[in-house]
């Protein structure tokens, strides 16, 4: 099976792990599907349940060996008392005597002790409330990310449930598939959700597994009837109010006392009711932009005049005499750079390492009114760096070095990490609005260090400018999200694919203008005008 990717088999490990872990719904909000740290720390938590399941199991087993042993025991005594001899004769022995007084005071007492008290499952319970305490437990909102993070995969890389169930993804074949059971519970996930579409995608797949399947289902038909029936609501919930009948009749016509009976009735009823049209939401304009790009695909664009290069530049600062800048330009006007190969991976070791220590939290989105929010437009986990530590402080000189900025004006970095179906929808990174206290002027520039590669999806992608770029660990990509005039760029509006397969780790640099008035002069004549043919 040489063709079938490691990597590949991460990926089912990961949602499979997540869907086994339904069952094990505790009370937190743990938000772990979205990075693959946190899920990592989830099998970690596997293993400890795993490993308290085993000595719970061993322990009740050597109790229960004992309370057998003395069962029998008992037994081979009243056995005597009754079939060998007469009971008055038995009980008028002082040693039988004695022998029975002593199991009712001390036997008995003892085994009914040890069955009340039950020491192993005392000790299972306080192991898995110390797990559930230090790690945390996913529940079911950790569920449905992981499947609102499936149904994102399928929209932006255009995967059927058909073809996901079955382990293949971008065509090639992996190493693990889903049971009836997983894409039944998928459906039920996304019918919860309201996304019956989907739901019945899913549903479908469930069925064709369930009917097709060799192994021996208990109560197959139980299942099968089951499925038809949230297919029927689901396609009555998408105005398909006939097929939803066709499917409900079928069961009732081999099972006429089935409960849907009771779901044809409500249908029936709520078709009655309403006239309500199906609202089918219409992809946001930028929505075809962002998944071609996603997916690896520009547009041809006319030619302009204007070539893109490669170059060294070892002229920019005496820094990188000896090691020339690797500049590659992906666009000119705005400008973006990717520099190649700024970090080599035992720095992004250290960076790695200096952001574990502290504790990542999920991303959340600049709201509105300055408040931040955790929304689904933003799945990633992170944390903040400063600049104290030698790793940190080389970064920043090389910010510097690269941009000419004063890093006076930097926010600390922003490592982050997305697992997978981790995505951060179409953005600017300037605040245009209710700007942040703490710094003076607007984000003019966004510097963002790929710290990892990623097996599939993950793109950074520039939804106006044509532009997409894959992770390449050690590279550092650098835009002006501010014109020279320091009003902003809206043609800089980009967005962070979801993670299809792998993790996707990379630390952000944003840096104000308001340090910078001797670094990049403002031009009198703003170069707004010169790009005016861009602006929205
Ligand atoms: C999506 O994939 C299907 C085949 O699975 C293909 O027919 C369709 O054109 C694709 N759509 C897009 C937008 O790529
Ligand atoms: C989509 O891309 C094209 C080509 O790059 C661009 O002209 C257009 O403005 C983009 N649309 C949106 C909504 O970003
Ligand atoms: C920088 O971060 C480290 C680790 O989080 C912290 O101990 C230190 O106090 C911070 N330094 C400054 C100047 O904020």
Not at 30 to 54: C, P, R
Not at 89 to 98: I, K, N, Q, S
Not at 100 to 120: F, I, P, S
Not at 347 to 352: G, S
């Amino acid at each position: 099976m040489s063709h079938r990717s490691r990597c590949m088999f991460s990926f089912w490990q990961l949602v499979l792990l997540f869907l086994r872990v339904l069952l094990l719904t505790g009370g937190s909000n743990g938000e772990f599907y979205s990075s693959v740290d946190t899920m990592q720390a989830l099998a970690y938590v596997e293993k400890e349940i795993l490993d308290a399941t085993h000595v719970y199991v061993k322990a009740q087993e050597e109790q229960l060996n004992l309370y057998r042993n003395f069962v029998a025991q008992v037994k081979r005594e009243h056995a005597m008392a009754i079939d060998e001899m007469q009971l008055e004769e038995y009980v008028g022995h002082p040693l039988h005597a004695f022998r029975l007084l002593k199991r009712m005071v001390t036997d008995w007492n003892g085994l009914h002790e040890l069955m009340v008290n039950n020491q192993a499952r005392e000790d299972y319970h306080q192991k898995i409330d110390q797990v559930a305490k230090d790690f945390g437990y996913p529940d079911n909102t950790d569920i449905q990310g992981a499947v609102k993070a499936f149904n994102r995969l399928q929209e932006v890389y255009n995967l059927t449930a058909n073809h996901l169930a079955d382990g293949i993804i971008n065509g090639k074949l992996t190493e693990t598939e889903l049971e009836w059971r997983e894409c039944f519970e998928i459906g039920v996930q996304l019918f919860d959700l309201k996304q019956y579409e989907r739901s019945l995608e899913w549903f479908k797949v469930a069925f064709r597994i369930l009917v097709t399947s060799s192994r021996k289902v208990l109560n197959r038909r139980k299942f099968e009837f089951e499925l038809m029936e949230y297919m029927a609501i689901a396609n009555f919930e998408l105005g398909n109010a006939k097929s939803a009948g066709i499917l409900l009749d079928q069961i009732l016509k081999v099972e006429p006392t089935h409960s849907a009976q009771q779901t044809r009735k409500y249908l029936l009823h709520r078709e009655m009711l309403s006239t309500k049209k199906v609202e089918v939401a219409s992809d946001p304009t930028w929505h075809a932009n962002y998944t071609r790009l996603c997916q690896g695909h520009r547009l041809p664009e006319p030619f302009t005049g204007k070539s893109l290069h490669c170059y060294l530049d070892a002229k920019r600062h005496v820094s990188f005499i000896l090691a020339p800048l690797k500049v590659e330009q992906v666009h000119v006007d705005p400008d973006i750079n990717v520099y190649h190969g700024v970090l080599n991976d035992a720095q992004i070791e250290k960076i790695l390492q200096e952001s574990d220590q502290n504790e990542m939290m999920r991303s959340a989105v600049s709201g509105d009114k300055g408040s931040a929010t955790i929304a689904d437009l933003r799945v990633s986990q992170q944390t903040w760096l400063n600049y104290s530590s030698p790793i940190m402080r080389s970064l920043s000189n090389l910010i510097s070095d690269i941009s000419g900025f004063d890093m006076a004006g930097a926010e600390q970095m922003q490592v982050a990490n997305y697992g997978v179906g981790g995505q951060y929808e179409p953005h600017p990174d300037y605040f245009e609005v209710n700007l942040p206290q703490e710094f003076k002027g607007d984000r003019i520039s966004t510097s963002m260090f790929y710290l990892s590669d990623v097996e599939l999806g993950g793109n950074t992608v520039f939804i106006k400018l044509n532009v997409f770029l894959p992770p390449i660990k050690g590279a550092m990509v650098m835009w002006h999200n501010l014109h020279y005039s320091l009003d902003v760029d809206r043609r800089t509006i980009h967005a962070g694919c979801p993670v299809l397969i792998g993790s996707k780790r990379i630390g952000n640099v944003w840096m104000h203008s308001g340090y910078q008035e001797f670094r990049r002069p403002c031009l009198l004549t703003c170069d707004e005008e010169k790009s005016s043919g861009y602006r929205d």
